[in-house]
């Protein structure tokens, strides 16, 4: 009996057995979005505003009537940079899935009426009248190929207005990006679904603007994440968060050909600027009314992207001192296994193609010391200025903090200046900092080398002065495991990952001499 049942359903016609019900989701109720930053962009790099290169998971719940039995679930309004494979369905057993391609487009369009009828509205390029006609259009694969009561032919670009008038919007397309999922047999019912999936065309970074104390002991640091999307679809009132850190992720996620989809749904031949092409806002239906035609001779263009803009979430910003800055919303810090996780409190937009900003690091006041500091490779070379700290509670901070860009400032009798820009790796708690911003004028260093080739070895006399009207902390850096020894120094080397460090103070107005050796190790 069983084996003439399997007989019988294999007989029955493939649309009997893949006709389902259709159950269309518009858009998400709630909706939770996480960005993760691009381990390939260095620090103080900014984010590629037109394809950001990181992802986001995102989480949405939705409402839907589902009928009993196995249903086709549409979930339209997702992220145009969906990944499919990383889709999970709560809420019912999904059995199947897939990222709807065919979106309302000028190539999803003439694909679908291939072989049916259209209106083509075009302009006589001696007389400039403007005339409609009924053809079939017959091929897209080069160029678009149609038929007339006149005869087939290729439709070539005049330059001039003209573009095709469709009856209807196929429901094969859709305006928004879709995702189609196939439940398993189920009771039926309003029912709550949560669809979380990895969406690419997301970014996030940290700019940290710190303001230094006119003793150098210690700076206020306010630090600002900007959220980045380079995605078509926007997400109103979102759970926004973003994650620091960086994590392992499979090939197969990093890109579901959506970048190929979208650019073939842009692209017709090489004259699709007289074939309006790619954005469904531009795709004329019939009885809806085009936009004025240009000017007799004008070729028609596609409308450009819609602009990048910044939005500012911090209700009040205050140019003056970083402590006294108000702040409207901050973002939460909460500990997401070894990564970090920055919570926004409230919801927000995550709009399409756009960036957010809001805070989420507000130190008044980090302890430290203002350095100068010349690295030495052979010799000396000519120093900069850092401001270094302790990543401790103790010393005024004790959070993660992640990579991003540094600016810095400090109170002058002209007011606050701009003294160096800079940038910072990830830095963990009780991770020693240091923000180098700039070059001194008011500290020097002159270096004069005897070399004794039969014995490799180097003798320095450095002159050091300091300008200043006050005393100031200066170290060379030596590299360790360079093979050399350096020798003849007043004090001691003091040992830190990677490095040796040789540290005095000189007097405001001073200048002091060196004399020390540097040797090769022998048999090296």
Same mark, same amino acid.
């Given at each position: 009996?069983?084996?003439?049942?399997?007989?019988?359903?294999?007989?029955?016609?493939?649309?009997?057995?893949?006709?389902?019900?259709?159950?269309?989701?518009?858009?998400?109720?709630?909706?939770?979005?996480?960005?993760?930053?691009?381990?390939?962009?260095?620090?103080?790099?900014?984010?590629?505003?037109?394809?950001?290169?990181?992802?986001?998971?995102?989480?949405?719940?939705?409402?839907?009537?589902?009928?009993?039995?196995?249903?086709?679930?549409?979930?339209?309004?997702?992220?145009? $940079?969906?990944?499919?494979?990383?889709?999970?369905?709560?809420?019912? !057993?999904?059995?199947?899935?897939?990222?709807?391609?065919?979106?309302?487009?000028?190539? !999803?369009?003439?694909?679908?009426?291939? !072989?049916?009828?259209?209106?083509?509205?075009?302009?006589?390029?001696?007389?400039?009248?403007?005339?409609?006609?009924?053809?079939?259009?017959?091929?897209?694969?080069?160029?678009?190929?149609?038929?007339?009561?006149?005869?087939?032919?290729?439709?070539?670009?005049?330059?001039?207005?003209?573009?095709?008038?469709?009856?209807?919007?196929?429901?094969? =397309?859709?305006?928004?990006?879709? =995702?189609?999922?196939?439940?398993?047999? &189920?009771?039926?019912?309003?029912?709550?679904?949560?669809?979380?999936?990895?969406?690419?065309?997301?970014?996030?970074?940290?700019?940290?603007?710190?303001?230094?104390?006119?003793?150098?002991?210690?700076?206020?640091?306010?630090?600002?994440?900007?959220?980045?999307?380079?995605?078509?679809?926007?997400?109103?009132?979102?759970?926004?968060?973003?994650?620091?850190?960086?994590?392992?992720?499979?090939?197969?996620?990093?890109?579901?050909?959506?970048?190929?989809?979208?650019?073939?749904?842009?692209?017709?031949?090489?004259?699709?600027?007289?074939?309006?092409?790619?954005?469904?806002? &531009?795709?004329?239906?019939?009885?809806?009314?085009?936009?004025?035609?240009?000017?007799?001779?004008?070729?028609?263009?596609?409308?450009?992207?819609?602009?990048?803009?910044?939005?500012?979430?911090?209700?009040?910003?205050?140019?003056?001192?970083?402590?006294?800055?108000?702040?409207?919303?901050?973002?939460?810090?909460?500990?997401? !296994?070894?990564?970090?996780?920055?919570?926004?409190?409230?919801?927000?937009?995550?709009?399409?193609?756009?960036?957010?900003?809001?805070?989420?690091?507000?130190?008044?006041?980090?302890?430290?010391?203002?350095?100068?500091?010349?690295?030495?490779?052979?010799?000396?070379?000519?120093?900069?200025?850092?401001?270094?700290?302790?990543?401790?509670?103790?010393?005024?901070?004790?959070?993660? =903090?992640?990579? $991003?860009?540094?600016?810095?400032? &400090?109170?002058?009798?002209?007011?606050? &200046?701009?003294?160096?820009?800079?940038?910072?790796?990830?830095?963990?708690?009780?991770?020693?900092?240091?923000?180098?911003?700039?070059?001194?004028?008011?500290?020097?260093?002159?270096?004069?080398?005897?070399?004794?080739?039969?014995?490799?070895?180097?003798?320095?006399?450095?002159?050091?002065?300091?300008?200043?009207?006050?005393?100031?902390?200066?170290?060379?850096?030596?590299?360790?495991?360079?093979?050399?020894?350096?020798?003849?120094?007043? $004090?001691? =080397?003091?040992?830190?990952?990677?490095?040796?460090?040789?540290?005095?103070?000189?007097?405001?107005?001073?200048?002091?001499?060196?004399?020390?050796?540097?040797?090769?190790?022998?048999?090296?």
């Amino acid at each position: 009996m069983r084996r003439l049942i399997a007989l019988f359903a294999a007989l029955l016609p493939a649309a009997a057995l893949a006709e389902r019900p259709v159950v269309a989701s518009a858009a998400p109720g709630q909706v939770a979005v996480t960005i993760y930053r691009d381990p390939q962009r260095a620090p103080g790099k900014a984010i590629y505003k037109a394809r950001p290169g990181a992802f986001a998971l995102i989480a949405e719940t939705r409402e839907v009537d589902l009928p009993p039995g196995e249903v086709v679930l549409r979930f339209e309004g997702v992220a145009g $940079g969906i990944v499919p494979q990383s889709a999970i369905l709560f809420g019912t !057993g999904p059995r199947e899935k897939n990222r709807d391609a065919a979106l309302l487009s000028q190539k !999803g369009l003439v694909d679908a009426f291939t !072989g049916q009828s259209v209106i083509l509205r075009r302009t006589d390029p001696a007389t400039g009248k403007v005339s409609e006609e009924h053809a079939t259009v017959r091929s897209a694969a080069q160029r678009l190929v149609v038929t007339t009561s006149a005869g087939s032919e290729a439709v070539y670009c005049s330059g001039l207005n003209q573009t095709l008038l469709y009856p209807e919007a196929p429901a094969t =397309l859709s305006a928004k990006p879709v =995702l189609t999922m196939t439940t398993k047999d &189920q009771p039926g019912g309003r029912t709550t679904v949560t669809l979380a999936y990895i969406a690419t065309g997301f970014d996030w970074d940290a700019t940290y603007v710190a303001t230094l104390a006119e003793d150098g002991k210690s700076m206020a640091l306010l630090s600002w994440l900007t959220m980045a999307s380079g995605d078509e679809t926007s997400f109103p009132d979102a759970a926004t968060s973003a994650v620091a850190g960086e994590i392992a992720r499979s090939e197969e996620t990093r890109d579901d050909t959506s970048d190929r989809l979208k650019n073939e749904a842009r692209w017709l031949n090489k004259w699709a600027d007289c074939w309006p092409a790619g954005r469904t806002h &531009q795709i004329s239906l019939r009885g809806v009314p085009l936009p004025p035609p240009p000017p007799p001779g004008a070729p028609m263009m596609a409308m450009s992207p819609p602009m990048e803009r910044d939005i500012v979430v911090s209700g009040m910003r205050k140019v003056a001192r970083a402590q006294n800055v108000a702040l409207a919303v901050t973002a939460k810090s909460e500990s997401l !296994g070894d990564l970090k996780l920055y919570r926004i409190p409230i919801p927000v937009t995550v709009a399409a193609r756009s960036q957010k900003q809001v805070a989420f690091l507000n130190a008044p006041r980090v302890r430290g010391e203002l350095v100068y500091r010349s690295k030495v490779y052979g010799a000396p070379e000519d120093p900069q200025m850092l401001f270094r700290f302790r990543n401790r509670k103790d010393q005024g901070l004790g959070d993660p =903090l992640p990579a $991003g860009k540094v600016v810095v400032y &400090q109170d002058g009798d002209f007011g606050r &200046q701009v003294v160096g820009e800079t940038s910072t790796g990830n830095k963990a708690v009780d991770e020693e900092v240091e923000f180098v911003f700039g070059e001194p004028t008011g500290v020097t260093v002159e270096n004069q080398e005897l070399a004794d080739k039969a014995k490799r070895s180097w003798t320095h006399t450095v002159t050091l002065r300091n300008a200043n009207p006050f005393a100031i902390r200066y170290e060379m850096e030596f590299p360790a495991g360079d093979n050399r020894t350096y020798t003849g120094l007043p $004090g001691k =080397l003091i040992r830190k990952p990677g490095k040796q460090i040789w540290a005095m103070t000189l007097a405001p107005g001073s200048e002091t001499k060196l004399v020390w050796r540097s040797a090769e190790v022998a048999g090296e």
